[in-house]
């Protein structure tokens, strides 16, 4: 059964800068598509980007478009999100998902990690 595990999240200050990974393990990764979601207290959990595993198109939501970049190493089969320019209102604990379909949803992927905490300090 294949596991995703999130790392790379930790304390930050404003304007800094981070590298979440997210590395599938397990039996051979069939999904089409992988994401990245948020959740900050008081929230719902949020869409922040994915990628076609096969191709690499990607998507992000308007909140981190030019900032974040979502990537993936085939060969590693391990799924990569850089945060630029953070800000106090990136927040949240970030997951890592893998699924099928657009990716836009949460009802689209089947396969989650753990998340990581990611704390952006003003």
């Known amino acids: 059964q294949v596991q995703l595990v999130e790392s790379g999240g930790e304390l930050v200050q404003a304007g800094g800068s981070l590298r979440l990974s997210c590395a599938a393990s397990?039996?051979?990764?069939?999904?089409?598509?992988m994401g990245w979601f948020r959740h900050a207290p008081g929230k719902e959990r949020e869409f922040v980007a994915r990628?076609?595993?096969?191709?690499?198109?990607?998507y992000y939501a308007d909140s981190v478009k030019g900032r974040f970049t979502v990537s993936r190493d085939t060969a590693k089969t391990t799924l990569y999100l850089q945060m630029n320019s953070l800000k106090p209102e990136d927040t949240a604990v970030y997951y890592c998902?893998?699924?099928w379909g657009t990716g836009y949803r949460v009802t689209d992927y089947d396969l989650w990690g753990q998340g990581t905490q990611v704390t952006v300090s003003s």
């Open positions: 998902a893998a699924g």
């Open positions: 397990g039996r051979t990764f069939t999904r089409s598509t």
């Open positions: 990628i076609f595993w096969s191709g690499g198109s990607t």
